[in-house]
């Protein structure tokens, strides 16, 4: 099956933690997309990247980091420095940067404990 | 700045009860807009694309229309099932920016 898997689907830290959230697609989409959706908010976008090597910060990148070594795989590591990481993190692809839809994971729900 | 605007927040619906959502955007070089439909807890599922103003396109009870300046998505005698938050998302230059929703629900 053609998809975007995002796991762990919940994932406690302790606060002072790093975590990193995994992302992989196989539908040979160029490129891929990390938001962060809270409670009543639309999504904010944290990173994105168009190709393998190569990313760029979103509106809300502060306290994030990012690789994108293999075109299938785009993971999220939520730092320490990241004041308020409780969130639900969605992960999305599209085939290219123009014109295209973007499809989505199912979502990683982060709680700091 | 590139902006997208969904009204109302929140729709409350009767079974059967038409109604329309509103996304207006203010974004430098459109390069197509997106509507979404997202279940709580869940990631959103891709329902339409529009690329060029005087655009429509139908699926089922749903029929998205793009303007200028602003989207609807049109919900046709709707059913429970169609109860979800519905996305708007324009992409320009790379970036793929949502609106904060419209969450409706729709009783039987």
């Known amino acids: 099956d053609g998809g975007i898997t995002q796991s762990p689907k919940y994932l406690f830290r302790k606060e002072g933690q790093n975590v990193t959230l995994s992302c992989e697609q196989n539908?040979?989409?160029?490129?891929m997309y990390w938001y962060r959706q809270d409670p009543g908010q639309g999504l904010r976008l944290i990173y994105y990247s168009q190709i393998v090597n190569d990313f760029q910060k979103g509106d809300i990148a502060e306290g994030y980091s990012v690789s994108r070594e293999k075109k299938e795989s785009f993971p999220l590591t939520v730092t320490s420095a990241q004041k308020n990481p409780t969130a639900f993190y969605l992960c999305?692809?599209?085939?290219?940067?123009?014109?295209?839809?973007?499809?989505f994971g199912q979502g990683t729900r982060l709680t700091v404990v | 700045e590139d902006q997208v605007t969904q009204s109302p927040e929140a729709l409350r619906l009767q079974e059967g009860e038409s109604s329309s959502l509103n996304c207006s955007y203010t974004v430098s070089g459109l390069r197509g807009l997106f509507w979404y439909r997202q279940d709580p807890g869940k990631g959103p599922e891709f329902l339409f694309t529009l690329y060029s103003a005087g655009e429509e396109k139908e699926k089922e009870r749903l029929k998205a229309t793009l303007t200028k300046k602003e989207s609807f998505l049109h919900i046709t005698a709707p059913k429970p099932e169609d109860s979800a938050t519905y996305l708007c998302?324009?992409?320009?230059?790379?970036?793929?920016?949502f609106g904060a929703g419209t969450q409706v629900v729709v009783t039987p």
């Open positions: 998302a324009v992409r320009s230059w790379g970036k793929l920016q």
């Open positions: 539908l040979n989409h160029d490129a």
């Open positions: 999305a692809s599209s085939l290219g940067q123009e014109n295209t839809e973007a499809f």
